[in-house]
């Protein structure tokens, strides 16, 4: 099971720290990944991280404001996010995967959401 939290509602170019607490499955031997879905659009993707931390990637739309990491000793992956602005505003999910991927489809785990909304 994946367990996001650390959503809320903050003003442009404020920062929240997201967390995804992972339990019943070998965390650290997973991909993370964050995506994240507007009203009435698709549910997008935001970053990933490979099960060692390693290596990680991230939409062109957040590079240089969010900041994806893990700690495997606490089963949890997190997400910076920084000079967030109104189109940041969506529900976002953490999911885990076998491989590191942008893709939605390979991810098979996911957790319930957390709403993140950004006033202007």
């Known amino acids: 099971q994946l367990q996001a939290s650390g959503g809320g509602l903050v003003q442009a170019g404020g920062s929240l720290r997201l967390s995804c607490a992972a339990s019943g499955r070998t965390f650290r031997s997973f991909s993370m990944g964050w995506f994240r879905q507007a009203p009435g659009k698709e549910r997008e993707f935001v970053a990933t991280?490979?099960?060692?931390?390693?290596?990680?990637y991230y939409a062109d739309s957040v590079k240089g404001r969010f900041a994806i990491s893990r700690d495997n000793a606490k089963n949890t992956v997190y997400l910076q996010m920084n000079s967030l602005q109104p189109d940041d505003t969506a529900v976002y999910y953490c999911a885990s995967a076998q491989y590191q991927s942008t893709r939605t489809a390979a991810y098979d785990y996911w957790g319930q959401g957390t709403q993140v909304t950004v006033s202007s």
């Open positions: 991280i490979t099960w060692s931390g390693g290596l990680t």
